[in-house]
């Protein structure tokens, strides 16, 4: 999210990194780039797109709680970046729940916000549980991320905040209960905590957490819009950020294996200077070496890509990678992030958000730890009118190719005022993956859901239902969220809980399903999208495939930790546990059309 006066980061060239690094000084009032909006393009003959049928169930599935984000006008930039929502399954018994992350308000005198934890009834219906979990008011909450650290089988949640984050711990009796001190997650002051991930970097078999950190922010010192000091967009007058404010570093803790952490931030090299403003943070094992790696969106600044080495510490290389800036040289304002194999080459591609007038960003991922942003290549260099924020890929016809989901909103309120062309509330955009490398924008045709406008921030994907179906759950500010779900037609599925030895979902997991001479590949993720958590279930799309084979990379012990199932039918999901096999069954239920 970009805006303000002050002094600007300065963009870097890669293709001059090799002789020297070209500064690039950017207007002082832009937001975004400066990318020229491309037309849709049209399919080949005799290729049609499917027909997609997004509708927002979210009414009538009981999710009515309103997210707050500060007060209506948006005076400050903390009251701008929203929140985050989760999908996990807290009581273990098959139907992903769902956790709303709740801000906050400045005015001291109003009564205190609480999240939201709702406890899926199963047919896409939901009571909020909030009371009976023992949830109540956090502080002003930001994202959330989700896992077992203590390996018992029951999913924690740690939420990120403006102030002290919170560690919750299932007690597996349907309580949660706050125990960030005694893990070792408190920290003395306040901060500015966004995206956060667990992930097993070490793959000790214990799981570890990353944190991003966005501004050094106190709303007492930042100029108010409107006054001699304040900050202008476009001409007009706007809460001041994140340019011009103090930068922040990111931080990783250590998992002991007694479920307490260490901060080993600066040791293990994921301390940088105090210059980033750091979003959502993105695991996976982006070079196919067994080992997790940490992508970094940031906003306004070069995104952050740091390379497991294999000895407990990290490497940062975002330029090197190309990761760090978009084909032009150019810093962008990255808000959320997703990863997956949209070409089908067994390497996990990078997609990325970001502000208005510029593009989203497409990595594609080449072998040893290179990038090639192809975003106008595949057709995504479209929509630069909205401010894009939580992203995803996901299969929403089955048709064993990942599509693209993308939620948008802007961050004033009273945008529409001064005639710029812009709209607060915005609708969603969905492309079709056509399976040759292109994508196929979808958006004005997929559904009253789609269509539908709001200013959203975080999402999340399951398969709320089991029916072999994923759905979509959104953040809106100042609303009650969305549950988008596709009634359009749809192929065979499989969707696969991988559990460690020790029971717990095995979050770093590689799955990789092949169906004759293709392959499909996924992993097992913490955090993601727009400083969200997802269902921990990996879905795949199987076309008119009845069978498949499976192969599991396990996260923990040695990279040749693998094992291999043949034969798995469709339409069902499975729980696969390490040295066990598949362990339950369950058909897909018979929900959709």
Not at 31 to 53: C, E, N, S, Y
Not at 220 to 233: F, I, M, V
Not at 547 to 566: C, F, Q, Y
Request: include cysteine.
């Amino acid at each position: 999210m970009r805006s303000i006066r002050g002094s600007l980061p300065l963009a870097i060239s890669l293709s001059l990194l090799a002789a020297s690094l070209l500064s690039v000084k950017l207007p002082a009032q832009m937001v975004g780039g400066t990318a020229t909006d491309q037309p849709v393009r049209p399919l080949p003959p005799g290729m049609k797109a499917p027909i997609v049928d997004f509708r927002d169930l979210a009414a009538q599935a009981g999710l009515t709680a309103k997210v707050i984000s500060g007060e209506l006008d948006q005076t400050y930039i903390v009251e701008n970046t929203g929140t985050g929502v989760a999908i996990f399954d807290y009581d273990n018994d098959g139907l992903p729940d769902i956790f709303l992350v709740q801000g906050d308000r400045l005015q001291s005198s109003a009564p205190p916000l609480t999240p939201h934890l709702y406890h899926n009834l199963g047919g896409l219906r939901f009571e909020d549980v909030t009371a009976k979990s023992g949830i109540g008011h956090l502080g002003w909450g930001q994202g959330v991320c989700a896992g077992d650290p203590d390996n018992n089988g029951h999913v924690d949640l740690f939420v990120t905040q403006w102030g002290h984050n919170v560690f919750l711990r299932n007690m597996g009796n349907g309580v949660f209960q706050e125990e960030t001190k005694e893990r070792g997650l408190d920290r003395p002051e306040s901060r500015w905590s966004t995206g956060c991930a667990f992930i097993d970097y070490d793959r000790d078999g214990y799981l570890d957490l990353v944190v991003a950190n966005y501004v050094d922010f106190k709303a007492q010192d930042s100029p108010r819009p409107r006054s001699e000091s304040g900050c202008n967009w476009k001409g007009m007058p706007v809460p001041c950020g994140p340019r011009g404010l103090k930068g922040e570093t990111m931080t990783l803790y250590h998992n002991d294996g007694h479920g307490h952490f260490v901060d080993v931030t600066k040791p293990s090299g994921i301390e940088t200077p105090r210059e980033y403003y750091g979003f959502t943070v993105l695991t996976g094992d982006f070079d196919n070496d067994g080992w997790p790696d940490i992508f970094i969106a940031c906003d306004s600044t070069p995104s952050l890509y740091f390379h497991n080495k294999r000895n407990g510490t990290f490497e940062e290389m975002g330029l090197a990678s190309g990761l760090a800036v978009n084909e032009d040289g150019r810093e962008q304002a990255g808000m959320g992030a997703t990863a997956a194999d949209y070409d089908g080459d067994g390497r996990l591609d990078i997609f990325k958000t970001n502000f208005s007038n510029d593009t989203d960003t497409l990595y594609r991922n080449l072998p040893n730890n290179v990038f090639d942003d192809v975003t106008s290549a595949t057709g995504l260099a479209v929509h630069t009118q909205y401010v894009k924020w939580g992203a995803a890929f996901l299969d929403f016809d089955n048709d064993g190719w990942p599509d693209l989901f993308v939620a948008d909103g802007h961050v004033y309120p009273f945008v529409e005022k001064y005639n710029l062309g812009e709209e607060f509330k915005q609708p969603r955009q969905l492309f079709w993956n056509r399976g040759d490398g292109q994508f196929f924008d979808v958006s004005s045709t997929g559904g009253s859901a789609l269509t539908a406008k709001h200013s959203s921030r975080g999402i999340a994907v399951g398969d709320l239902d089991n029916d072999g179906s994923e759905e979509i759950v959104t953040v809106n500010l100042f609303e009650a969220p969305s549950l988008l779900k596709n009634f359009g037609p749809r192929g065979n599925a499989l969707l696969v809980r991988a559990l460690t030895a020790t029971g717990r979902d095995a979050v770093g997991a590689r799955i990789t399903l092949t169906v004759g001479e293709r392959k499909e590949i996924d992993e097992v993720r913490s955090g993601g999208y727009h400083i969200s958590q997802g269902d921990f279930r990996v879905h795949f799309g199987m076309g008119h495939a009845a069978k498949a084979d499976l192969t599991i990379r396990w996260p923990d012990g040695p990279v040749t930790n693998v094992e291999t199932i043949h034969g798995v039918d469709a339409n069902q999901w499975i729980v696969v546990r390490e040295g066990r096999g598949i362990i339950e069954r369950h058909a897909f239920a018979h929900t959709a059309p």
